[in-house]
C-alpha cells in the first residue's frame, strides 16, 4: 500500500508541475451512496464511495479509483450479514492504470477493458447492474489503422478463491481486404485454478485454448457481420479435452422506412467468464434459468421496424431457441407501437416470453401488455405507464398463476425529477382491491451544476426499470438509498 501511495505521490507531482501547460486535462468522478436495507441482518445500514480520476498529459495517460465499502452491499437479496467483523470493511485504490499513445500505436498497463469482435472470444468488461467485474488486470497492445492489432495479457482473480489468480492471454487482428469485407481473427488462451492437489500441495488449473475468426460485409443499405470460434479445454497439461464451438451472425437491411434485421446463434460447451455471447433475443433471456448461456443452445431471431410517419414508429422483434436434444425451448416476443408529436406522446408494447424443459416437466410463460401516455401539465412533463404482467407456471400437474399490475409516474417539477410507481402480485384482479403493494419514490436533483443526487424509497420487484430518463436492470430491495454523483 505504501509503494501505491509513493507512486501516486510522484505522479501528481509529476502532473502538477505540467500543470500549467495547456495539453493537461484533469477530469474525475466521485460517487457516494448509503443504503439502508429492511432485511434481518445485522447491519441494515452500508456505505461506499468510490473516486476515481484520470490525468492526461500528450501521449500520456494515468487513471485510478479509490473504493471504500463499508461494509460492500451485495445485489443479492439472500446474502445477510448476519455476523459483522471489521472484515468486512474494505477501502484501497484499485482500477489503476496508465497508457500511451501516438498516433496508431497505444501500449496499456493496468485494469483492461477490451472486447475481440462481438466479445464471442474475449470481452474484460463489468457489469454495474449485477455486481459483476470481469475486467483483468495486465498488458495491452494496440495498432489502429487499416490493421488493427491488439495483443494482451492479463491476470482476474478466481472466482472461488480470492488469494489465487486466473490468466488470460491473446491476440486479435482485423483488416480491410476490399471496401466492402472485413476479415479477423483472434487467438486466445486461458489458465484457471481449479484446486490444490492435497498430496503435493500443488495448484492444479484447467487450461482453454481458443481461436475465432469473424467477417463483415458492409454494402449500401445491407449489413452482415458473422463469426465463429472454436476452444478445447481440460485439466492443464491432460489429453483429454472437451470441445466447445460458437457461431454468431446477423445481418441488417435498410429499406427506408422500413429496417429489417436477423440473426443466428449456435453454441455447444462455450461459456467462460470473460466471453459476452449474444443473447439473440430481445429481453437478452438464457434458454433457461437454471442454465447459464454457452452450454448448448441454437436459436434465431427476426425484427423490423417501421417508421410509419415522422412521429410514429412500429417495432416487431421474435426470437426462438432450442438446445440439441431439443427438450428445452424458449420463445421471446416483443412489439411496440409509439407516436411522438410535440409534448404530447403514447405507446402501447407487449412482451411474451416463454420456457419449455421437457426433462423436468416446467413450462412458463409471461406475457406483458403495457400502455404509455405523456403530456404536459402546468408547463411539466408528466409520464404515466401501464403494465401488466400475466404469469403462468407448469411443473408436472400443478400449475400457478399470477398477475402482476404496475402503475408509474414520472413528472418534473422545475430541476426536480420525480418517479413514483406501485406494483403487486395476486391471483385473481377481484383481489387487487385488497392487496399489498410494493410502493416506492425516487427523486433526483441536480445540486450543482456538476453534482446530481438521488433519493428511492420503498419496495422494488427488481427486473427491467425506466425511471427519470434511465433504463437499467436492478435487484429486489426494500428500503432507502441515497446516491450522490459528482463530475469534474
Known amino acids: 500500500m505504501n509503494r501505491i501511495l509513493l507512486t501516486i505521490l510522484i505522479i501528481l507531482c509529476a502532473f502538477s508541475v505540467l500543470g500549467a501547460q495547456s495539453n493537461l486535462r484533469i477530469g474525475g468522478l466521485n460517487e457516494m451512496s448509503y443504503i439502508y436495507r429492511t432485511a434481518e441482518d445485522s447491519l441494515n445500514s452500508y456505505f461506499s464511495n468510490a473516486f476515481g480520476f484520470n490525468l492526461n498529459y500528450q501521449n500520456f495517460g494515468f487513471g485510478m479509483k479509490y473504493i471504500a465499502d463499508l461494509p460492500k452491499y451485495s445485489t443479492n437479496q439472500s446474502e445477510l450479514l448476519s455476523d459483522f467483523s471489521a472484515t468486512d470493511l474494505k477501502s484501497g485504490w484499485q482500477e489503476i492504470y496508465a497508457y ?24 474484460s468488461w463489468e457489469d454495474l447492474e449485477f455486481d459483476q467485474d470481469n475486467r483483468i488486470d495486465g498488458f495491452l497492445l ?6 488493427k492489432l491488439k495483443a494482451l495479457y492479463g491476470a482476474i482473480p478466481n472466482r472461488n478463491q480470492d488469494s489465487k489468480l486466473d490468466l488470460a492471454y491473446g491476440f486479435d487482428a482485423e483488416y ?28 492444479i488449473y484447467k487450461e482453454r485454448n481458443l481461436w475465432a475468426s469473424r467477417i463483415a460485409l458492409a454494402f449500401e443499405k445491407l449489413e452482415i457481420n458473422a463469426e465463429y470460434a472454436q476452444s478445447e479445454s481440460g485439466d492443464f497439461g491432460s489429453d483429454d479435452k472437451i ?47 437454471n442454465l447459464g448461456s454457452g452450454i448448448d443452445e441454437e436459436g434465431y431471431q427476426a425484427y423490423a421496424n417501421w417508421q410509419i410517419s415522422p412521429t410514429m414508429g412500429l417495432n ?31 405507446g402501447l408494447e407487449y412482451a411474451h416470453i416463454e420456457k419449455l424443459d421437457e426433462g423436468t416437466k416446467e413450462w412458463q410463460k409471461e406475457a406483458i401488455p403495457a400502455a404509455t401516455l405523456g403530456f404536459r401539465f402546468l408547463g411539466e412533463g408528466v409520464i404515466l405507464k401501464l403494465e ?34 406501485a406494483q403487486t ?10 392487496a399489498n403493494y410494493k410502493a416506492n419514490v425516487e427523486a433526483k436533483y441536480p445540486l450543482w451544476d456538476h453534482s446530481d443526487i438521488t433519493i428511492f424509497a420503498g419496495k422494488d420487484a427488481g427486473g427491467k426499470v425506466c425511471r427519470n ?11 432507502v438509498k441515497v446516491e450522490l454523483s459528482t463530475r469534474f
Open 142 to 147: 494496440r495498432y489502429d489503422e487499416e490493421l
Open 388 to 421: 401488466y404482467k400475466m404469469k403462468e407456471k407448469q411443473h408436472y400437474d400443478i400449475s400457478s398463476e399470477r398477475i402482476e399490475p404496475k402503475l408509474q409516474l414520472d413528472f418534473g417539477i422545475k430541476k426536480l425529477s420525480l418517479s413514483m410507481s
Open 425 to 434: 402480485s395476486v391471483i385473481e384482479t377481484s383481489e387487487l382491491s385488497d
Open 316 to 346: 416487431v422483434d421474435y426470437a426462438e431457441a432450442w438446445n440439441a436434444d431439443k427438450d428445452k425451448k424458449m420463445n421471446d416476443l416483443y412489439a411496440s407501437l409509439s407516436n411522438e408529436a410535440g409534448s404530447y406522446l403514447w
Open 243 to 289: 470441445k466447445g464451438e460458437a457461431l454468431y451472425g446477423n445481418a441488417n437491411l435498410d429499406l427506408y422506412p422500413i429496417t429489417l434485421g436477423a440473426a443466428y446463434k449456435k453454441y455447444d460447451s462455450f461459456n467462460h467468464r470473460l466471453q459476452d455471447l449474444p443473447a439473440a433475443n430481445y429481453h437478452t433471456e438464457t434458454l433457461a434459468d
Open 100 to 123: 500511451y499513445q501516438k498516433d496508431a500505436f497505444k501500449v496499456h498497463a493496468g485494469t483492461i477493458t477490451e472486447s475481440f469482435g462481438v466479445g464471442l472470444s474475449f470481452r
Open 176 to 203: 480491410p481486404m476490399l471496401s466492402f469485407l472485413n476479415l479477423g481473427a483472434s487467438l486466445l488462451g486461458y489458465r484457471d485454478f481449479n484446486m490444490v492437489n492435497p498430496l503435493t500441495q500443488r495448484d
Open 469 to 479: 430518463g434511465t433504463c437499467r436492470y436492478v435487484a429486489p430491495f426494500q428500503g
